[in-house]
């Protein structure tokens, strides 16, 4: 398995970024796929998950102002991120979680400036 994120950037506080993942490889049609963060000198964090099925799960930091969402068919998961603030400044990680197993791709940064 292997994912490909992109969309990472640098934003003014109050403005808008959407991260892009697409998952390749032996996927079975059940998984949940989900978008980390990690700042500098901390450890890295759950933003937002959501099922196949759509159910999703959000840190608290991040509810009503961040929404994922994913497309099954074509295996990629996106979050669309708003009103940003500083301390969203992190590197984001995709990830794939399957039969017990989880998959990173490649961080891509996210930079909020005041």
């Known amino acids: 398995v292997q994912l490909q994120a992109s969309g990472g950037g640098l934003v003014q506080v109050g403005g808008s970024l959407r991260l892009s993942c697409v998952a390749s490889g032996s996927i079975f049609s059940f998984n949940a796929m989900g978008w980390y963060r990690q700042a500098p000198g901390k450890q890295r964090d759950l933003v937002a998950v959501?099922?196949?099925?759509?159910?999703?799960n959000y840190a608290d930091s991040v509810k009503g102002r961040f929404t994922i969402s994913r497309d099954n068919a074509k295996n990629t998961v996106s979050l669309q991120m708003n009103s940003l603030k500083p301390e969203d400044t992190a590197v984001y990680y995709c990830?794939?979680?399957?039969?017990?197993?989880?998959?990173w791709g490649k961080g891509t940064q996210v930079t909020v400036s005041s």
């Open positions: 990830a794939l979680h399957l039969n017990g197993m989880s998959y």
């Open positions: 959501i099922t196949t099925g759509g159910g999703t």
